[in-house]
């Protein structure tokens, strides 16, 4: 089954750690994907940018809206992604747990519908 591992965290809280904390997480995250591909369960992973370079879009009445960042206020944004191909939930729940970011924010396991 595949699985959407969506990683959510305070962007601010990740760009306050020291420059050499920043370093470390980046190398968690390169093991980490090496550990997916190396157990076949990677398809896809991303880092997003910043939710200040996105925008929302909302189409109303046949009018386009647009905003700036995420449509809805939270504490944590998405900063990125992993698409994994596991056997099952619990494989993929304890693939998410070694998801750095876990540490700092949260991450949410979402089932692909095939």
């Given at each position: 089954?595949r699985?959407?591992?969506?990683?959510c965290?305070r962007e601010?809280?990740?760009?306050?750690?020291?420059?050499?904390?920043?370093?470390?997480?980046?190398?968690?995250y390169?093991?980490?994907?090496?550990?997916l591909?190396?157990?076949?369960a990677?398809?896809?992973?991303?880092r997003l940018?910043?939710?200040?370079?996105?925008?929302?879009?909302?189409v109303?009445?046949?009018?386009?809206?647009?905003?700036?960042?995420?449509?809805?206020e939270t504490?944590?944004?998405?900063?990125?992604y992993y698409?994994?191909?596991?056997?099952?939930?619990?494989?993929?729940?304890?693939?998410?747990?070694?998801?750095?970011?876990?540490?700092?924010?949260?991450?949410e396991?979402?089932?692909?519908?095939e």
């Amino acid at each position: 089954m595949r699985y959407m591992l969506l990683i959510c965290d305070r962007e601010e809280e990740f760009d306050s750690l020291p420059e050499q904390e920043v370093a470390q997480v980046m190398k968690e995250y390169a093991n980490y994907t090496a550990a997916l591909q190396e157990a076949g369960a990677y398809i896809s992973g991303n880092r997003l940018r910043p939710v200040a370079t996105a925008k929302s879009v909302r189409v109303r009445e046949g009018q386009t809206l647009l905003t700036d960042g995420p449509f809805a206020e939270t504490k944590e944004q998405l900063g990125g992604y992993y698409l994994i191909d596991v056997k099952d939930l619990d494989e993929a729940l304890q693939w998410a747990a070694k998801i750095p970011s876990a540490r700092y924010g949260t991450i949410e396991v979402r089932a692909i519908w095939e």
